[in-house]
């Protein structure tokens, strides 16, 4: 029987000593109250809670679990790795490995660097556009995500004008709007950053029309700035290169993080030769960027990325899981509108501005074992198999029973209301 005892109890405790009780992408505050923010152990495709609730994890921690938690030929390297020595004084000879391996497995990388996040990795993007022909104005499409660092966090407490002075925003999937940018800026564009897909919060995605994938290469052929393609959130889960590789246009810079070690804390720049002066003149660094336990996880994870079907194996759970829910969705009286690749779906329900239906439909799931992100996109792993898309849709079919009871009292929830209100 779900309860969330402890888990209110920690939230409290919390709410003391954490800004908000937790601050950043994987805060509950905008989610249902239901949502538990702490989570105690994770196997496979599943996580649990601080009261001892498992779940279907269909959220694989915003992106990184690729091929399920805890997959054993990964974990087996990070431990062999982390025998030997992690952060040392310098990074371990596997460093070139790994950089190795991805110019290998990226069509458009010439060389590698690593780091963190994702943040630290747009960041970089934006330094070695800058550096490349010192020039300082950046493209970037309106309301896409490229991380919490002033340049782009999305929420404006803190910044000041000045961080964003350099920054001009185009709209996302419009080559006129692009070519207006580079026509208005002639001369000073640095780069234009540009996710693979449009996969953000509360929007249906979509993938981009190549038009604007062509046109937004050959304005920064023409331009001398580069192209910045951010796999951030999709790198390996829709290709296992760039993700605009089989749209056939190359980036100069590609950011890649979350997915690429399967967990471990890495992410990377991947550049070409065009951008090697430019990434050879910047100043970057941070004191855990080198440790070689998250590279050498990195290294298993493109082995796997490289030898295994997980790419095909993700988009059929996907498809099956899409497919079930639409079914489902139909026969209790819902429409859907599910959007974006079967792998990252984005799961939202018909004629629902302010998200009650989803969010209570989230909350009927959750008592039933199955956490699906009302607003985020989900992510697909290789261990969401068979067996566990039937496990999920057996509950999802109570939840949209449950949901027939409950939606007629259903609210918008008040944080959110607050946030979109702005
Ligand atoms: C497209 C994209 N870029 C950048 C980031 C930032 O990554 P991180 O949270 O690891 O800094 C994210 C995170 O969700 C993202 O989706």
């Not at 505050?29 to 239901?34: D, G, I, K, M, S």
């Amino acid at each position: 029987m779900w309860s969330n005892t402890k888990g209110r109890e920690l939230k409290e405790r919390a709410l003391r000593v954490i800004p908000n009780g937790m601050y950043g992408h994987e805060s509950t505050r905008l989610l249902p109250e239901e949502f538990p923010q702490f989570f105690s152990q994770a196997e496979g495709a599943k996580i649990w809670d601080a009261d001892g609730n498992s779940y279907v994890d269909f959220v694989c921690a915003y992106g990184p679990n690729l091929f399920g938690h805890g997959y054993a030929p990964i974990e087996e390297a990070a431990r062999r790795q982390q025998m030997l020595g992690d952060t040392m004084t310098g990074p371990s000879e596997i460093m070139v490995d790994l950089a190795e391996a991805f110019v290998s497995q990226v069509a458009h990388a010439d060389w590698a660097m690593f780091c963190k996040n994702g943040t630290d990795a747009t960041t970089m993007a934006m330094t070695v556009a800058r550096a490349h022909r010192n020039r300082k104005i950046i493209l970037y499409a309106k309301g896409t995500y490229h991380g919490a660092a002033p340049w782009c966090t999305p929420r404006p407490a803190g910044i000041i004008p000045e961080d964003r002075a350099a920054i001009v925003y185009y709209e996302y999937n419009d080559p006129e709007s692009l070519a207006d940018a580079f026509k208005q800026y002639d001369g000073q564009v640095a780069g234009v950053f540009a996710t693979p897909i449009r996969h953000e919060v509360f929007i249906d995605n979509f993938e981009p029309d190549l038009k604007y994938v062509q046109t937004a290469r050959r304005l920064c052929d023409e331009n001398d700035a580069l192209l910045i393609v951010d796999d951030v959130r999709a790198g390996f889960r829709l290709a296992r290169g760039c993700s605009w590789e089989p749209l056939g246009v190359l980036p100069d810079l590609a950011c890649f993080g979350k997915a690429i070690a399967n967990g471990y804390p890495i992410s990377a720049l991947l550049g070409s030769d065009k951008a090697r002066a430019a990434a050879q003149e910047i100043f970057v660094t941070g004191s855990f960027w080198f440790s070689a336990t998250p590279m050498a996880a990195a290294i298993e994870t493109l082995h796997q990325i490289r030898t295994t079907d997980y790419l095909e194996k993700t988009k059929e759970a996907g498809a099956a899981l899409r497919a079930g829910l639409d079914q489902q969705a139909a026969a209790h009286g819902f429409q859907l509108r599910q959007t974006g690749p079967a792998e990252m779906p984005q799961i939202l329900f018909a004629e629902d501005p302010d998200f009650r239906i989803g969010y209570a439909w989230s909350v009927e799931c959750l008592k039933r074992g199955v956490y699906l992100h009302p607003y985020h996109n989900q992510f697909m792993s290789l261990a969401h198999d068979e067996r566990i898309i039937a496990e999920t849709l057996a509950a999802t079919d109570l939840a949209f029973e449950a949901l027939k009871g409950t939606v007629g009292s259903a609210e918008p929830n008040p944080n959110l209301m607050k946030l979109l209100a702005h």
